[in-house]
């Protein structure tokens, strides 16, 4: 089987580092991106000889197609790549909001427009977008993250459409309970937990593997899959 290059966008923490793991131990070669060079290409080298870092930033999207330049063919695009805001309409801070929308949609746009020429033009290529349950399941200071996440889900219908035979899906993850972000933090836990069905969270190998489905299987493209075990069926 020809191995293929997968890219991770936002690949060197949390869930994109697992994915980029997950791509390396299946055996094809994984491309992964973060704000830092140097802190991309350690943690490359620490996944293994099929795996390159790259520093990337794309909430400068001007400067994203020569940060890629280096990339030969690609079988797959993760953009994985988030930052966290709080942001309220009583007390916005333009400047945060700015560059959120600018890092999930305008750099994850430019990111695809970038590597066009290297995707291939296949039904086998999948695209994922990373986005989030704040999209439907709003809370207080989700103003921006809502917003945006509403907009990875209009961004995934309108390049699946464009991009076609390529793939493009959106990936929605809940509360992911062993995550960096929520791990210590007990209390919230255990509140979101009583909240689901069966009493268990979501896992970063949950999304992991929602991922890899996204990416390979050719029969789904332009949808947006939630990944939380039914949170919102309570």
Do not use: C
Not at 42 to 57: K, P
Not at 194 to 200: A, F, K, L, Q, V
Not at 205 to 226: C, E, K, P
Request: hydrophobic content about 40%.
């Amino acid at each position: 089987m020809t191995q293929r290059t997968i890219v991770v966008i936002g690949g060197t923490s949390g869930i994109g580092l697992e994915i980029a793991k997950e791509v390396v131990a299946r055996g094809d070669r994984v491309v992964l991106t973060g704000r830092d060079q140097q802190r991309a290409e350690a943690i490359a080298a620490s996944i293994g000889e099929n795996a390159t870092g790259l520093g990337v930033d794309i909430s400068e999207p001007e400067t994203i197609a020569a940060s890629l330049a280096s990339i030969g063919q690609v079988h797959g695009l993760v953009l994985a790549a988030i930052e966290r805001d709080a942001n309220s309409v009583r007390e916005y801070d333009i400047a945060r909001a700015r560059r959120l929308v600018t890092l999930k949609l305008v750099g994850y746009t430019e990111t695809v427009h970038a590597l066009l020429d290297r995707l291939e033009p296949s039904v086998d290529t999948g695209i994922v977008l990373f986005g989030g349950r704040a999209k439907d399941a709003p809370y207080p200071g989700s103003t921006t993250v809502a917003t945006i996440n509403g907009g990875v889900e209009g961004l995934t219908h309108s390049m699946a459409l464009e991009l076609a035979p390529m793939r493009v899906n959106g990936l929605h993850p809940g509360i992911i309970g062993d995550s960096p972000f929520w791990a210590d933090k007990t209390a919230a836990l255990d509140g979101y937990q009583s909240r689901t069905p069966g009493g268990t969270l979501a896992t970063m190998a949950d999304i992991v593997g929602a991922t890899m489905f996204l990416l390979d299987n050719r029969g789904v493209s332009g949808i947006s899959l939630n990944v939380d075990r039914g949170w919102r069926l309570t």
